[in-house]
């Protein structure tokens, strides 16, 4: 896959039929957030809201993900989030092995073209697809670790925070951690 800019890579993905999620989906969720942005959040897959709205963390996890975003004073138009799979899979299931390695030419190719300094791994799913397939985030959440010369940490997801709130002031920890570096490294994230 070699696309010219996202708006071309977005147009192919909403009409990917590769994996059998396609079959059940309401939307595509591509990603949104600023193409130019030095920091990428990336999830797990879409869940209900998403796939109605074809928008990424938009039902609780996304509420909370944005009081995150509040306490790092940095907004959604300042970022770009996406996910491992771009198709909601049944009941919230775990994308399968075999999903996301389908789907993640379209992350490689959206990382390519936005060229982020800083990839920021949304839950296990992500974590151990793109930082350590053995990724426990109970122990590695907040570690950063360069891959290809983009600085990368997992962290929490935040419908697990829901689930598992006394994980919260860690989570924050982490929020916090993000929020230095991207000071130290005069990451851009206003536009
Ligand atoms: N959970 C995810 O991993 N991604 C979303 O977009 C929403 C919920």
Redesign the pocket.
């Given at each position: 896959m070699n696309c010219g800019n996202l708006n071309e890579l977005r147009r192919l993905c909403l009409d990917c039929r590769l994996c059998e999620l396609h079959s059940g989906r309401t939307n595509v969720?591509f990603g949104t957030g600023n193409p130019h942005a030095e920091i990428m959040f990336i999830?797990?897959?879409?869940?209900e809201?998403?796939d109605i709205t074809g928008e990424?963390?938009?039902?609780r996890?996304?509420r909370l993900l944005d009081k995150y975003f509040y306490a790092m004073d940095i907004g959604r138009e300042d970022i770009y989030?996406s996910?491992m799979v771009k198709c909601r899979p049944p009941q919230n299931r775990d994308p399968s092995p075999e999903e996301q390695d389908i789907c993640l030419q379209y992350l490689r190719e959206q990382v390519r073209l936005i060229k982020p300094k800083m990839i920021i791994c949304?839950?296990r799913?992500a974590a151990q697809k793109l930082i350590d397939p053995g990724f426990k985030v109970t122990k590695q959440h907040g570690e950063w670790v360069e891959k290809n010369g983009v600085l990368m940490m997992g962290t929490f997801?935040?419908?697990s925070l829901l689930r598992n709130p006394a994980q919260k002031p860690a989570a924050l920890e982490d929020f916090m951690k993000i929020r230095d570096k991207i000071a130290e490294m005069k990451i851009k994230v206003k536009k």
């Open positions: 969720v999830g797990e897959g879409p869940g809201q998403e990424p963390f938009v039902g996890a996304g989030i996910n949304l839950g799913i997801h935040p419908a």
